[in-house]
């Protein structure tokens, strides 16, 4: 069965300090790895799209990793702000490209 | 350039009742989605849409239908409202087919209460 699996569920951090969010997912044949960001009350914005033959990608603070091997990904953020307090969304797609499983995100607090 | 544009922004049901959820973008994307999101899931594709005049069920389309006539509005039709319907809706459109390497564009949602 093809799935995406976020860790942790919830993360509080201090402003300034790093983190790093997880995704695992099982989707095969696998074609893209996207990371969203979602604002409390609004939709999810892209912050990086990942291909198989793609092992990082940045986005400003936003690093994120992918290992096609173990299909495993991370997405780092460097030095928080209180405005990265939000839920960030892991998303596979087949190479299909019809099917794309979301996963229920990480919420993640920046505390002052 | 609004982009995704919903409306409206909240809505209480009452059981049975109908409404529909209107998406309009406003970036000539092709491709058009409806998801319902949950509380601690994944989005669900509910339909989809690959331009004018098509339209194809995704992983939850029971209780609801869509149609497409324009390229910029695909709203979303609920017609006889269930409490399992309670949720927050998402339209979405992309230049290409979303599994792709396109972004997609979300709109703000719709906070659906079905009582």
């Known amino acids: 069965k093809n799935q995406v699996e976020q860790s942790p569920q919830s993360l509080i951090i201090l402003e300034g300090k790093n983190c790093t969010l997880q995704c695992n997912y099982t989707v095969s044949p696998f074609s893209n790895l996207r990371w969203y960001k979602q604002d409390t009350g609004r939709g999810p914005v892209s912050l990086t799209i990942?291909?198989?033959?793609?092992n990082t990608k940045s986005n400003g603070r936003y690093t994120a990793t992918l290992d096609a091997d173990t299909k495993q990904s991370s997405l780092h953020i460097t030095a928080s702000q209180l405005s990265d307090s939000a839920s960030y969304i892991c998303?596979?797609?087949?190479?299909?490209?019809?099917?794309?499983?979301f996963g229920a995100g990480t919420r993640l607090f920046v505390k002052a | 350039n609004a982009g995704v544009t919903q409306t409206p922004k909240f809505r209480i049901l009452k059981i049975g009742q109908s409404m529909t959820l209107q998406c309009t973008q406003d970036?000539?994307?092709?491709?058009m989605y409806w998801y319902r999101q949950d509380p601690g899931m994944g989005l669900k594709l509910i339909y989809y849409?690959?331009?004018?005049?098509?339209?194809d069920k995704g992983e939850v389309p029971n209780g609801y239908n869509v149609s497409r006539s324009t390229t910029e509005d695909f709203p979303l039709r609920l017609e006889l409202a269930a409490p399992s319907q309670t949720s927050v809706y998402f339209c979405?459109?992309?230049?290409?087919?979303?599994?792709?390497?396109?972004?997609?564009?979300f709109g703000p949602g719709t906070r659906l209460t079905v009582l």
């Open positions: 990942m291909t198989f033959s793609e």
């Open positions: 979405a459109s992309s230049h290409g087919l979303a599994g792709g390497i396109n972004e997609q564009f």
């Open positions: 970036m000539n994307h092709n491709y």
């Open positions: 998303v596979v797609s087949d190479t299909g490209g019809f099917k794309t499983i």
């Open positions: 849409s690959v331009g004018a005049g098509i339209t």
